[in-house]
């Protein structure tokens, strides 16, 4: 991994700038309170100065310029290590008292350089100098009282000092964070990236490693990953529809042929190619609605028809497909008996759901003898409504049962009644995308077919609502 | 009728032109979009027979286009785009009927003559009459020579069905479509189960049939002879 790439990811960029960001309000903060301080401090020594000009000038009001400078000397005495100083000039600029030499005082606030013989060993004059008042007494003599600055100064040097410190650590924090983000980053991407051509290159079940953290790059791989189960799911039922299309297909276009070239070699009359023709037409349509019904499930399962579903009254679905199929049963010697519970709708698409339910009973009634009876069942239960369609047949034995939703599966008892052996394929694809659960059970005798549409109920309020009504 | 047919294969074109020849219709026919377009748009037909794959533009494009032409001539779309969502797409567009490939002609003429005389859109009609069954929306009730009719409900919208295109051959697919809303092809006689009970409640007992099967095509609800 080079520095390069790291650089330029996203994780980096985002630790740099955030840093730059706080540095710069790091530099507003520090500044701000530089001049607060530097500013306060600086009222202070001037202020402390003041007094000091105010004390001494009183000494002289009461007891003239010797007791002042009496005062300065005592002053001046007292303190070996000194951080005020004064001077007090003669009107002829003469230096009376006072520890400032080679100073010509004026009135007012002065900048003066701390002398270096008086600088208690600092040596920096920069950092030494005195912030002074001065002012003319009575007799036209120069009185000045200095303060140290240095105190200032330190406090400055102390606060840019913090701020060096911080911004260094900050930069610090910030590089190194932003290269471990970002190499944890790179290497998470470079797996995709790694899955990624692995799939491209053939390997289509190959999938991205989730860690289980639900972080945004791990929702990214959870997605590519459904994403690619999905087109998978739809690849294979792609190859399933060709290869079924290519398989199943042969056998009924080759009867054709036979029944046609028996015609060009044994027919005589007239009447016996009108009936080839009559047949060959009827194997044509029959191929032609297998083939319907093979892209129609394919169809389903690529699930584009989801984005249609709307509110659906389940209750007439099956109400009309029992009074449709009551009669066609009836006609064969079989009964259907039909209890629905009104006012059930879900989620799904009418027409789907329509030939999922005439398919079943179809069944039913196809693969039951005379007599057989038929129940078509919907219940409003909790948590979903539950359709039944059960029969009094031969059923479907156990280890038949998930066989019977492949394509083109066919019980061997069946195979003597005309079908498609879709009937069921297309049940199994609008129960999943509809996600209804499909259940084969036994009868006892027969077969029962369960329903249950929990997932595909209208929000669970309605459901909790309906639930709550009974 | 004169009738516009947008068809690119030349196959399916002849086909069409000369089986509704046959049946004493005017024909023309455009081989791609951008014809069939100026011609629908130009011409008056009394119907517009439209493939939707075709070169130049495509067939939903032409009847979005004649439609927003406030053109009302009805349209059938005759097409091997068969998918459901195809389906919808095509009767969005404005087209009045919809017919996959491969076809049986009758079930295209059936159709043809169905939406040629269609009713106004605006029918107000409360009771349907044919000879003397008569059919009442509003109270949903039948009665034949005045004698009362009981039916199913399925029962009922097959006889409006057939009432409504009275004279006119329906083939097995409408009624499916139409009464059933399957647009699929049951395993079972759904239709001859139903057209007889129908007959056996309309027609028996009755002086003279209404409900007549038309051999290789459909039923037909008419007068007797």
């Known amino acids: 991994m080079n520095l390069t790439r790291i650089i330029r990811t996203t994780g980096f960029r985002l630790a740099a700038l955030y840093a730059a960001l706080f540095g710069l309000s790091a530099v507003i903060l520090f500044s701000a309170i530089y001049w607060i301080t530097s500013d306060a401090l600086r009222q ?7 007094r000091e000009v105010a ?17 300065i000397e005592r002053r001046i005495a007292s303190r070996p290590n000194p951080t005020t100083y004064y001077l007090l000039v003669d009107p002829e600029g003469r230096t009376v008292a006072g520890n400032l030499p080679d100073v010509s005082p004026r009135e007012g606030w002065q900048g003066i350089p701390l002398p270096q013989t008086h600088g208690g060993g600092v040596a920096d004059p920069n950092e030494h100098h005195l912030v002074a008042l001065g002012i003319a007494l009575e007799d036209r003599s120069i009185l000045l009282v200095g303060e140290d600055a240095f105190q200032i100064v330190e406090v400055q040097e102390a606060i ?52 289980g953290t639900g972080d945004e790059l791990d929702r990214l791989a959870i997605n590519l990953n459904e994403m690619l189960d999905r087109v998978q799911s739809l690849m294979d039922s792609l190859r399933q529809v060709s290869s079924d299309i290519a398989h199943d297909l042969r056998t009924p276009l080759s009867h054709l042929r036979q029944r046609l070239e028996t015609a060009r070699s044994k027919a005589l009359k007239i009447e016996d190619y009108e009936s080839a023709v009559e047949q060959s037409i009827a194997a044509v349509d029959s191929i032609l609605l297998t083939f319907a019904a093979l892209l129609r499930i394919a169809q389903i399962e690529a699930g584009t028809r989801k984005a249609a579903f709307s509110a659906v009254d389940l209750s007439d679905i099956f109400r ?13 010697g079989q009964s259907v008996a039909a209890a629905i519970d009104p ?56 280890d038949m049962r998930e066989k019977v939703f492949r394509r083109f599966f066919r019980l061997e008892q069946s195979r003597s009644t005309p079908g498609s052996g879709l009937g069921l394929s297309l049940v199994a694809a609008v129960a999943d995308i509809h996600g209804i659960a499909v259940t084969l059970l036994d009868n006892e005798p027969g077969l029962r077919v369960v329903l249950d549409f929990t997932n595909t109920s209208l929000g669970s309020a309605a459901a909790t609502a309906r639930h709550d009504r009974r | 009728m004169k009738i516009l047919i947008i068809e690119d294969d030349p196959e399916t074109a002849t086909y069409l032109q000369n089986g509704l020849w046959q049946h004493h219709h005017i024909v023309e026919h455009a081989n791609n979009g951008r014809d069939g377009l100026f011609l629908a748009a130009g011409e008056t037909y009394d119907l517009m027979i439209i493939d939707r794959m075709l070169p130049g533009l495509d067939g939903l494009s032409i009847v979005k286009t004649v439609r927003s032409a406030k053109i009302l001539t009805p349209i059938l779309f005759l097409t091997t785009l068969g998918g459901i ?43 349907l009459r044919v000879a003397d069954l ?27 069905y057939l009432m409504r295109k009275a004279g006119h051959i329906v083939t097995r697919t409408m009624l499916l479509e139409n009464v059933w809303e399957f647009h699929f092809d049951p395993q079972t006689n759904v239709v001859e189960t139903h057209i007889s009970r129908l007959r056996s409640k309309v027609d028996r007992g009755f002086e003279g049939e209404l409900i007549h099967t038309v051999r290789g095509s459909g039923y037909v609800l008419r007068e007797p002879d």
């Not at chain 1, 009309?320 to 064969?332: H, L, M, N, P």
Request: aromatic letters at 4%; proline letters at 4%.
């Open chain 1, 44 to 50: 202070q020594l001037a202020a402390s100065v003041k």
């Open chain 1, 55 to 71: 004390a001494l000038k009183e000494e002289q009001r009461i007891g003239g310029t010797p007791r002042l400078t009496l005062a």
């Open chain 1, 343 to 398: 006012g059930i709708r879900i989620l799904g698409d009418r027409e789907l759901l329509t030939q999922m339910l005439a398919n079943l009973v179809e069944n039913a009634i196809r693969h039951t003898p005379i007599g057989a009876r038929i129940d078509i069942l919907l219940n409003d239960r909790h948590p979903g409504p539950i359709g039944t369609v059960a029969d009094d047949g031969a059923g479907i034995p156990a």
């Open chain 2, 85 to 127: 969502d195809d389906r919808v797409d095509g009767l969005e567009a404005g087209a009045d009927d919809y017919l996959v490939k491969p076809f049986a002609f009758a079930e295209l003429l059936a159709r043809i003559n169905a939406l040629a005389r269609r009713p106004p859109m605006a029918s107000t009609d409360t009771t």
């Open chain 1, 160 to 211: 840019v000092r913090a701020f060096g410190w911080a911004l260094g650590v900050t930069a610090l924090l910030a590089a190194t964070g932003g290269i471990v983000l970002s190499i944890g980053f790179l290497r998470r991407i470079d797996a995709i990236n790694r899955t990624s051509r692995a799939i491209v290159e053939g390997n289509l079940s190959d999938r991205i490693q989730t860690r």
């Open chain 1, 320 to 332: 009309s497909i029992a009074e449709t199929y009551g009669a066609v049963a009836e006609d064969r």
């Open chain 2, 134 to 160: 008569e059919v009442d929306l509003l109270r949903r009730t039948v009665t034949r020579a005045g004698r009362r009719v009981d039916l199913q409900p399925q029962e009922f919208k097959l006889l409006e």
